[in-house]
């Protein structure tokens, strides 16, 4: 039991990491969303007015994701609805990527080994946090 809550610990931990990461750069007007997306997503962006708007936007999603780890992170078994629903929001994520890999590799040039490293990492982490889930509470 407490073995596991550990396990979970660290992979809540990475999910807050990662997701407060690209949320603050998201957020923040002076970082340019070319290299946001270049390092984060190996994906080549043309930038205009609209694409930056949406990727702050985007940010500000990413990082209450963030935050909300992070109250799974210090309480996993009062806050396992929100484990439930970040791991839900990553198999989301991983159908979207399953459906949509043609297009997103087309519109955004992403390497293709990048592209289902990302999604199987996506993949891991939503089963992780399923298997993980603290059952009592």
């Known amino acids: ?3 596991s809550q550990g396990l979970l610990k660290v ?3 990475g999910v807050a990491l990662a997701h407060l990461i690209i949320g603050i750069v998201g957020c923040l007007p002076f970082i340019p969303v070319e290299r946001l ?7 080549s962006v043309t930038i205009s007015p609209q694409i930056e708007h949406i990727v702050q936007m985007f940010g500000a999603y ?5 935050v909300l780890s992070i109250f799974a992170l210090i309480d996993p078994v009062r806050n396992k609805a929100i484990i439930t ?8 994520r991983v ?14 040039d992403i390497p293709v080994g990048w592209y289902w490293m990302q999604t199987v990492s996506f993949f891991a982490v939503a089963i992780a946090l399923v298997l993980l889930r603290p059952k009592q509470g």
């Open 1 to 3: 039991m407490l073995k």
């Open 11 to 13: 992979v809540l931990g």
């Open 37 to 43: 997306a270049a390092v984060f997503y190996r994906a």
């Open 62 to 66: 990413m990082l209450t994701i963030g």
């Open 85 to 92: 629903a970040i791991s839900f929001l990553l198999f989301v």
């Open 95 to 108: 159908l979207q990527r399953v459906l949509f890999v043609e297009q997103a590799n087309i519109i955004f």
